[in-house]
């Protein structure tokens, strides 16, 4: 992570590449790695097959796109990229999603490619035991990924990014919960629920999604951002979709360079980039690429 948020950094502060296409290329490259919820390493749906979901927005002009029930676009956040910048529909669904992927140029895999032996022990506890969606990753009963100490399974990817013209974007990806039922849609692609970016902030959120959607939660915390402040706005989202079964985090960044990470999980796997130096952390605490640790 700190080689990429390094990497990403420079180019953005050298003018290379703007928000958009930074945040997708971070969130490209989570969706490569295999311990996490997204792309390749996917959790298994109910039929024990990956279906993803990922959504993408530009703060400027709040152009968004997102894609539901990908299976075999290698990654689904290039697919809802491509969308945003074809300016309409703003979400497509299923086997038409990787259809204009593919005639986009996103490379397309078999859907067994996306499946880690980590992902299909998780989907036999799941199935073994019959729990409830989620219940292996994504449920208070076992805990999200984000909760596990003694497990490397990691949750929905998500970037945000501040570009040198001041413009902000966010992006979110993520393979959905362990268990889900065919067709079950969480907040990710759900722009204004999962992901939300305008003329002063972006966000994106991981966590039980159906309290992200009943909250709209990526929209709400923009619109206390105004008033509140970034850091208490991003609290406040974090309080209202708790009791709903929604524990989870998100990041954040404004247009004057705040950026928060909050989490209500045990852990959350994070790093930023900000004035040429890269913190990463996984619990409550920071560590800066110079060993030197903060909280």
Same mark, same amino acid.
Not at 2 to 10: F, I, N, S, T, V
Not at 57 to 78: F, K, Y
Not at 245 to 263: Q, S
């Given at each position: 992570?700190?080689?990429?948020?390094?990497?990403?950094?420079?180019?953005?502060?050298?003018?290379?590449?703007?928000?958009?296409?930074?945040?997708?290329?971070?969130?490209?490259?989570?969706?490569?790695?295999?311990?996490?919820?997204?792309?390749?390493?996917?959790?298994?749906?109910?039929?024990?097959?990956?279906?993803?979901?990922?959504?993408?927005?530009?703060?400027?002009?709040?152009?968004?796109?997102?894609?539901?029930?990908?299976?075999?676009?290698?990654?689904?956040?290039?697919?809802?990229?491509?969308?945003?910048?074809?300016?309409?529909?703003?979400?497509?669904?299923?086997?038409?999603?990787?259809?204009?992927?593919?005639?986009?140029?996103?490379?397309?895999?078999?859907?067994?490619?996306?499946?880690?032996?980590?992902?299909?022990?998780?989907?036999?506890?799941?199935?073994?035991?019959?729990?409830?969606?989620?219940?292996?990753?994504?449920?208070?009963? +076992? !805990?999200?990924?984000?909760?596990? *100490?003694?497990? &490397?399974?990691? #949750?929905?990817? %998500?970037?945000? $990014?501040? @570009?040198?013209?001041?413009?902000?974007?966010?992006?979110?990806?993520?393979?959905?919960?362990?268990?889900?039922?065919?067709?079950?849609?969480?907040?990710?692609?759900?722009?204004?629920?999962?992901?939300?970016?305008?003329?002063?902030?972006?966000?994106?959120?991981?966590?039980?999604?159906?309290?992200?959607?009943?909250?709209?939660?990526?929209?709400?915390?923009?619109?206390?951002?105004?008033?509140?402040?970034?850091?208490? +706005? !991003?609290?406040?989202?974090?309080? *209202?979709?708790? &009791?709903?079964? #929604?524990?989870? %985090?998100?990041? $954040?960044? @404004?247009?004057?360079?705040?950026?928060?990470?909050?989490?209500?999980?045990?852990?959350?796997?994070?790093?930023?980039?900000?004035?040429?130096?890269?913190?990463?952390?996984?619990?409550?605490?920071?560590?800066?690429?110079?060993?030197?640790?903060?909280?």
């Amino acid at each position: 992570m700190e080689a990429l948020l390094e990497d990403l950094g420079q180019r953005m502060a050298d003018g290379e590449i703007n928000a958009l296409e930074a945040v997708t290329l971070a969130v490209e490259a989570m969706e490569n790695e295999p311990l996490f919820n997204a792309g390749i390493g996917s959790v298994l749906d109910a039929a024990g097959t990956v279906t993803m979901d990922a959504s993408i927005m530009r703060g400027e002009d709040r152009a968004a796109g997102a894609v539901v029930n990908l299976r075999t676009s290698q990654h689904p956040i290039r697919v809802a990229n491509h969308l945003l910048k074809q300016g309409w529909p703003v979400m497509i669904v299923g086997e038409a999603a990787d259809v204009f992927g593919e005639k986009q140029g996103v490379q397309q895999i078999d859907n067994a490619d996306f499946v880690t032996e980590l992902r299909q022990a998780q989907w036999e506890k799941w199935n073994l035991n019959t729990l409830r969606p989620g219940a292996t990753d994504e449920d208070d009963e +076992a !805990a999200l990924d984000h909760d596990l *100490e003694d497990r &490397p399974g990691m #949750g929905t990817v %998500g970037a945000v $990014a501040l @570009d040198i013209h001041g413009h902000v974007a966010a992006a979110t990806s993520t393979g959905g919960m362990t268990g889900k039922p065919d067709g079950r849609v969480g907040d990710t692609p759900i722009i204004g629920a999962g992901t939300w970016a305008d003329g002063s902030v972006a966000i994106s959120c991981t966590g039980v999604g159906e309290a992200f959607i009943r909250t709209c939660a990526a929209r709400t915390m923009a619109f206390h951002h105004t008033s509140m402040g970034l850091e208490d +706005a !991003a609290e406040a989202v974090l309080d *209202e979709v708790a &009791p709903l079964g #929604g524990r989870g %985090g998100l990041i $954040a960044v @404004d247009t004057e360079g705040n950026v928060v990470l909050p989490f209500q999980t045990m852990l959350m796997y994070r790093g930023k980039y900000e004035a040429g130096i890269v913190d990463v952390a996984v619990g409550p605490e920071w560590e800066r690429n110079d060993g030197a640790v903060s909280s």
